[in-house]
């Protein structure tokens, strides 16, 4: 099962934004912070299947998140 509710923050980077407000940041101190995050391969599978499922329910509110889920085990992403 996927996990879809790990946190964006969570990883290497929070304690950085813990000594600094985010307030305190400018868009190119958080942007430069940003790319340094390096997800997993569950988080990045995580992220396509949120993707596609916003994109679809748009246009189909019949679509499940289970739905979408299956979807992703019968298409897996190629690397």
Same mark, same amino acid.
């Given at each position: 099962?996927?996990?879809?509710?790990?946190?964006?923050?969570?990883?290497?980077?929070?304690?950085?934004?813990? +000594? *600094?407000?985010?307030?305190?940041?400018?868009?190119? @101190? =958080? %942007?430069?912070?940003?790319?340094?995050?390096?997800?997993?391969?569950?988080?990045?599978?995580?992220?396509?299947?949120?993707?596609?499922?916003?994109? +679809? *329910?748009?246009?189909?509110?019949?679509?499940?998140? @289970? =739905? %979408?889920?299956?979807?992703?085990?019968?298409?897996?992403?190629?690397?």
């Amino acid at each position: 099962m996927y996990n879809m509710g790990s946190s964006f923050f969570g990883g290497p980077m929070s304690n950085k934004l813990i +000594v *600094k407000a985010i307030d305190d940041l400018t868009l190119d @101190e =958080m %942007v430069a912070m940003l790319r340094e995050i390096k997800m997993t391969s569950e988080e990045e599978e995580a992220q396509r299947i949120s993707f596609a499922y916003g994109n +679809v *329910k748009l246009s189909n509110p019949a679509i499940t998140l @289970e =739905m %979408v889920i299956e979807a992703a085990r019968k298409h897996p992403r190629k690397k």
